[in-house]
Every structure is written in C-alpha cells, then in structure tokens.
C-alpha cells in the first residue's frame, strides 16, 4: 500500500462539479493498493498517518500529530500510486488491484484511521473522476510505502 500525505490548510474535492467532500487544516491522503496488500499494510499506515509529525508547535517546529492539531483527513482513491514506468513512456498498471480487493482495505483503512483519531473522516469516492484542490501547507508532501518502511 503506497500513500502519499500532503498537509494542507483546506482541501476540497469534487466530482462532477459538485462539491463531494472538504476539510481545513489537515492531511490530503492519496491511497494506492495492490494485491499484496493486507490488514496489517492498513494498520501500519493508519498508525503513521494519525501520528506523523508535520505540524508546527509553538515554536514553529514540526512536531505534532494532525491528532494533538484536531485536524482533519481526507482519504482518497488513487490507483496511479501503483504506476511502474520501467519499461516505455506509458505507465502500467497492473499493480493496482481491482476494485473487490481494494475497496475493502480502503474502507478499512479509513475505518482504522477514524478509530485512532476518535472521529469521523471525509473520503473520496473510489473509482470516481474526482478533482481535488488544496492548499498544501508548507508545501508538506510525505510518500509512504507499506512494503517499503525505509522510503
């Protein structure tokens, strides 16, 4: 499972034109799942997530929690995560599951991030067109691999 955090000030996300979802200061978390993905990806990225330490203190250092700031998250689908470019100039997907394996574990795992933030979530629509908008806060962006923990 491979995520991508970007902290922002606000975000929205839209489909169709309509205004879906939308949060203020938080974490813009882009999902992407492949077969090899399990609960234990899930708990270990909802873990990081929930405790990544990308907000100022007091002192204007990065080092506290979208926990301990009350921000919010918004979690969002996005199987071109999984993209391997290795061979040619069009990227292939074939690492990202199918929708009967990953919509499980993205559920799950907003399901697992509210439980540690003790509260609800907004999400993206899976397999939707979507638009997202954000103001990313710094900027802030932090890539995540659940297969690779050095990355």
Known sequence: MRIVVQ???KAELHIDGELRSSIGLGLVVL???E????GEDVCYLA???AALRVFDDEEGVMNRSVVEVGGDILLVSQFTLM???KKGNRPSYIKASRPEVAVPLYEALGREVEGLLSR???YGVFGADMQVG?????PVTIIM???DREF
């Open 7 to 9: 902290r922002c000030s």
């Open 31 to 33: 999902v992407g799942i």
């Open 35 to 38: 077969d090899r993905d399990t």
């Open 47 to 49: 873990k990081k997530i």
């Open 83 to 85: 993209a391997s470019t």
């Open 120 to 122: 609800a979530i907004s």
């Open 134 to 138: 954000l103001v990313n806060d710094g």
């Open 145 to 147: 691999d659940s297969h």
